[in-house]
């Protein structure tokens, strides 16, 4: 897990709230990806980035928003939209578009009271 | 389109046999393929990865896994299985023609090592 970082390692939303997950990179790598981990179902792509304020829509991107204001972060909200959050959320990077081996966090659970 | 299978969701082997986790993918072009384990309540860690040249590909703790183009598969493999071995394990592809520099993951194995 080493150089990225996620927080909260728990995060708890409730009813009609946005939340924000926070991941941050120290490893200069241009690109960062957005993940979903349900039980079964392994992990969906939710958004992803390779440069700097440019970012595209994964295969699940609806009720979810991000933005890359900066190299080393790509924080991800979890909008009221989103009918169903509970999960667990990866973040990932890579050096650059074609070097596409991913490193990733350490995670953010997402529960719903 | 590309896509990536991992047709069993469990292995259960014994400690000291040799262990395969099975992944199979489709792309249009030519693939990037890799392979990552997953802990418990962890991320993901790299294992493995085929780019080109070598189908026999070595990767951290004594795994390996073989690019067969003709079968389009890309079995995890390791001749002697550890305890510790036991873990989530995924598969991953991504077309190498495409701009899109995305990857797709299998729905993951579930490797269980008994002593």
């Known amino acids: 897990d080493g150089g990225i970082t996620q927080s909260p390692k728990y995060l708890f939303r409730k009813e009609g709230q946005n939340v924000t997950l926070s991941c941050e990179q120290n490893l200069n790598h241009d690109a960062m990806y957005w993940y979903r981990q349900d039980p079964g179902q392994g992990l969906r792509l939710i958004y992803y980035?390779?440069?700097?304020?440019?970012?595209q829509k994964g295969d699940i991107a609806e009720g979810y928003s991000v933005s890359r204001e900066k190299k080393e972060s790509f924080p991800l909200t979890v909008t009221s939209a989103q009918k169903n959050p509970t999960a667990f959320y990866l973040c990932?990077?890579?050096?650059?578009?074609?070097?596409?081996?991913?490193?990733f966090g350490p995670g953010t659970r997402l529960l719903v009271l | 389109a590309q896509s990536v299978a991992q047709p069993e969701d469990q292995v259960n082997v014994a400690e000291g046999n040799p262990l395969t986790v099975k992944c199979t993918y489709s792309?249009?072009?030519?693939?990037?393929l890799f392979w990552y384990v997953q802990y418990p309540n962890r991320g993901l860690q790299f294992l493995l990865k085929y780019i080109t040249g070598d189908n026999l590909v070595k990767g951290s703790y004594g795994f390996e896994a073989e690019f067969n183009k003709s079968q389009t598969s890309f079995h995890l493999k390791k001749p002697s299985a550890l305890v510790s071995d036991s873990a989530l394990y995924f598969c991953?592809?991504?077309?190498?023609?495409?701009?899109?520099?995305?990857?797709?993951f299998g729905d993951g194995t579930t490797l269980t090592v008994k002593p």
């Open positions: 980035s390779q440069i700097v304020n440019d970012f």
């Open positions: 792309v249009s072009g030519n693939p990037y």
């Open positions: 991953a592809v991504r077309d190498v023609n495409t701009n899109a520099g995305k990857s797709t």
């Open positions: 990932a990077s890579s050096i650059r578009r074609g070097e596409e081996t991913q490193y």
